[in-house]
């Protein structure tokens, strides 16, 4: 009887194995790339002969020793549907609702995995999905040190109001334009990844690492010498040991919560803000937050709705002393807590909030309109200073983020799709970069470096690369200061150097108290334009806002001229048609606010403070939010600096 059971198992696996098997893209509802030649490709018993039938051609082929077979399929014109057909011995694998159209990988960080549901006017944006020739396919978040050949997942998806909410929104956006303007099918291929760095999307070659293990070896070291830099930060921050456990807490009894707590040595930050921007860069723990706020008696004798904006991860809240809400690891949804009758009382009353953040950005983010107390229709303010204070920092344990680190979203994410062919790439990433300025600075190096070396993978030539400029975020400087996020805008504005790309500036749409843009609808069109001027050759295209093109001295003024200029220059956001934004210094370097006029289709700029000018900038800052240089096709200028030659 052992003997049978392991021959019916040995005839199972054989079985199994004989099936014909297909990879992850080829698959119900995929969209293949026009005009190019296609090599499909899969599994099947070992010698088998299969006959392969797409689009009225029939192809006979017979897998290898090891069951791998492959099959060439010459250009085709856009259209659809239509139905492949892979029959062999004993069985026969039919994928249907295919389109021929253009497919886009849609790569990055968070602002591009951000989910269509999650933007503005999305329900109604949902509602109305229903072009069937938008088709999505998530590759799996999957990473590894070593390049694999397969995905771990995934399936094509066809745009309706049942799956569109979860589709890239940039991404859909992006293909919404394309459809109006080139009419072809459009497939979204989103390989994206929050918070994930640049080099986890390059291979090691690329980086110049030979083998895995030598990679490992030197990212473990790295590590290592971070962390420790991280604790004597956060030491030297708190002012004593590194709270391991939270102070706020007795086992599951909250001690922190009560209205009456002496929190004399609790210090203020400004909310909605992530705590990284109130200087505490890197932690990850619990920080506990208060607000008092006054109610007169008949204030106090209803109810109300509560506003938190977004908390990044979780949080309980209380409001004097009694819990009101809970809500575990939803970083991007918008708090909003009824208050019960009784909750509130005549005088002082306190809010407080614990906020548990399990990795990157911590704390409130949004509008600061999100933060309210809102009772019979009147809202209270509760934006602005609350105080705070850490209860428990959670420490790296030598463990690396996969999407830190060089190589694994590669090998995982990028390497098995390489042999699918593709019309272009659009990517929206370098948040996790621009930490400071020389970090910045190194990316122009290495974005060029993974572009060049995924157009020579994927081998379909010099293909369209697209990418959106970081947004504005964070609180606006007062003076002119060096700049990380302004940095790494400038090195992404460098690789532009690079044939066929174009860049979407967004530096007009950011939010200064949240990392995710909710205006995706504009990035996907700046995006589209960027698309049908490099991608689908419309030369006369105004596809950009001013850029950049040179200076000359005029006394004590810059004259600086503009590509890209259009119909003329023009300003936005002021009535009076004042320039803003810029900012001139002299042979010192040292940058003052300048004054600024359009004079036809160039721009003065000059400071009282400098006779001399040499150099300028432009919306250079995490924030630039004043910045109001635009062309008459309603685009705008995007950030630069200049020397005079």
């Known amino acids: 009887m052992k003997y049978l059971s392991l021959l019916l198992l040995l005839l199972a696996l054989e079985t199994s194995s004989a099936q014909i098997r297909l990879p992850r893209l080829v698959s119900d509802h995929m969209v293949l790339q026009r005009d190019q030649d296609i090599n499909l490709w899969g599994w099947s018993a070992p010698r088998e002969k299969l006959t392969v039938s797409l689009g009225g051609q029939e192809y006979k082929i017979r897998a290898d020793k090891s069951g791998k077979w492959s099959v060439d399929l010459p250009p085709m014109a856009p259209g659809g549907p239509l139905t492949l057909r892979i029959a062999g011995k004993k069985e026969t694998k039919v994928v249907s609702d295919i389109l021929v159209g253009d497919v886009w990988v849609c790569s990055g960080q968070s602002n591009m995995e951000w989910v269509l549901s999650n933007t503005n006017d999305a329900t109604a944006e949902i509602v109305s999905a229903n072009d069937r020739k938008i088709r999505h396919f998530k590759v799996p978040r999957t990473a590894t040190f070593e390049p694999q050949d397969t995905l771990a997942g995934g399936s094509w998806e066809v745009a309706d109001p049942e799956t569109a909410g979860n589709f890239t929104a940039v991404g859909y956006y992006f293909a919404k334009e394309l459809r109006k303007s080139e009419g072809v099918p459009i497939g979204l291929l989103n390989t994206s990844w929050g918070g994930s760095r640049i080099e986890p999307w390059m291979d090691a070659k690329t980086l110049g690492y030979m083998d895995a293990d030598a990679l490992v070896k030197k990212l473990e070291a790295d590590q290592a010498k971070q962390e420790q830099a991280l604790q004597d930060f956060l030491k030297n921050k708190i002012k004593g040991e590194i709270p391991k456990t939270d102070q706020g807490m007795n086992g599951d009894t909250p001690l922190w919560h009560k209205a009456d707590l002496n929190d004399g040595d609790w210090e203020s930050m400004k909310l909605p803000g992530l705590w990284e921007q109130a200087g505490w860069n890197r932690l990850d723990g619990i920080v506990w937050f208060r607000k008092t706020f006054e109610l007169s008696a008949a204030q106090a004798k209803t109810g109300g709705t509560l506003g938190l904006a977004m908390i990044d991860d979780s949080d309980i809240t209380w409001v004097n002393g009694k819990k009101i809400a809970e809500t575990r690891n939803a970083y991007n949804l918008e708090r909003k807590y009824e208050l019960p009758a009784g909750a509130l009382q005549a005088g002082k009353n306190t809010i407080v909030v614990r ?90 190096e290495l ?110 003024k810059l004259r600086l001229q503009f590509d890209q200029v259009g119909k003329g220059l023009t300003t936005k956001q002021d009535k009076y048609g004042y320039l803003k934004g810029f900012a001139v210094a002299g042979a010192d370097g040292k940058y003052v606010w300048a004054k600024a006029m359009i004079d ?34 309603g685009l705008p200028a995007g950030p630069f600096q200049a020397k005079l030659k």
Do not use: C
């Open 355 to 444: 906020v548990e953040d399990t990795g990157g950005g911590g704390g409130f983010h949004g509008n600061p309109e999100m933060m309210f107390l809102e009772q019979n229709g009147q809202k209270m303010d509760l934006a602005g200073d609350w105080k705070y204070k850490v209860g428990k920092v959670v420490l790296a344990t030598g463990g690396l983020n996969d999407n830190q680190v060089a190589t694994k979203l590669y090998n995982f994410m990028i390497h098995p799709i390489l042999w699918y062919p593709i019309k272009g790439a659009i990517w929206y990433q370098g948040e996790s970069n621009a930490g400071n300025v020389e970090q910045a600075e190194a990316y122009e």
């Open 447 to 556: 974005f060029k470096n993974m572009i060049t070396s995924w157009r020579d993978q994927w081998g379909v030539g010099e293909f369209p690369f697209l990418w959106v400029q970081l947004a504005n975020f964070m609180q606006p400087a007062p003076e002119p200061v060096e700049s990380g996020w302004a940095s790494l805008r400038a090195s992404q504005s460098a690789t532009l150097s690079l044939p066929n790309t174009a860049e979407a500036v967004i530096i007009d749409i950011g939010e200064a108290n949240d990392i995710h843009p909710r205006n995706k609808k504009d990035v996907g069109y700046r995006l589209a334009l960027g698309a049908r001027k490099v991608a689908y050759g419309e030369d006369d295209l105004i596809f950009s806002g001013p850029v950049y093109k040179s200076m000359r001295q005029e006394g004590n």
């Open 600 to 633: 036809g289709d160039e721009i003065l700029v000059w400071s009282d403070a400098v006779a001399a000018p040499k150099m300028v900038r432009y919306a250079w800052a995490d924030n630039p939010d004043d910045a109001n240089l635009y062309n008459q096709a």
